[in-house]
Nanobody, 114 residues
Framework: VQLQASGGGLVQPGGSLTLSCAAS????????MGWYRQAPGKQRELVAE???????NYADSVKGRFTISSDNLKSTAYLQMNNLKPEDTAVYYC?????????WGQGTLVTVSS
């Protein structure tokens, strides 16, 4: 499974960005897709994840601001990020779980700054 993430960039506080993660390769049964982030000097943390059945889970820090969705036909997950804050600045990583194996995409940098 290969994951291609896109959509990062520079945005002002209060702004919005949408990240995309496209899965390709030997896709048979991806059970979860999600987004993690890692800020400088901090550990990687879960931002949001979505199960194949549609169940969603969010970090408390992003609830009400971020929305994760997926298009199973395209094996693509999206992260709509609204009302971005400087503390959201991080490298965002796409993750997929298939048959108990975790796959990672390359990171995409999100910078929230005025």
């Amino acid at each position: 499974v290969q994951l291609q993430a896109s959509g990062g960039g520079l945005v002002q506080p209060g702004g919005s960005l949408t990240l995309s993660c496209a899965a390709s390769g030997s896709i048979f049964m991806i059970n979860f897709m999600g987004w993690y982030r890692q800020a400088p000097g901090k550990q990687r943390e879960l931002v949001a994840e979505i199960a194949r059945g549609g169940e969603k889970n969010y970090a408390d820090s992003v609830k009400g601001r971020f929305t994760i969705s997926s298009d199973n036909l395209k094996s693509t997950a999206y992260l709509q990020m609204n009302n971005l804050k400087p503390e959201d600045t991080a490298v965002y990583y796409c993750n997929a779980l298939e048959f108990g194996v975790s796959y990672w995409g390359q990171g995409t940098l999100v910078t929230v700054s005025s």
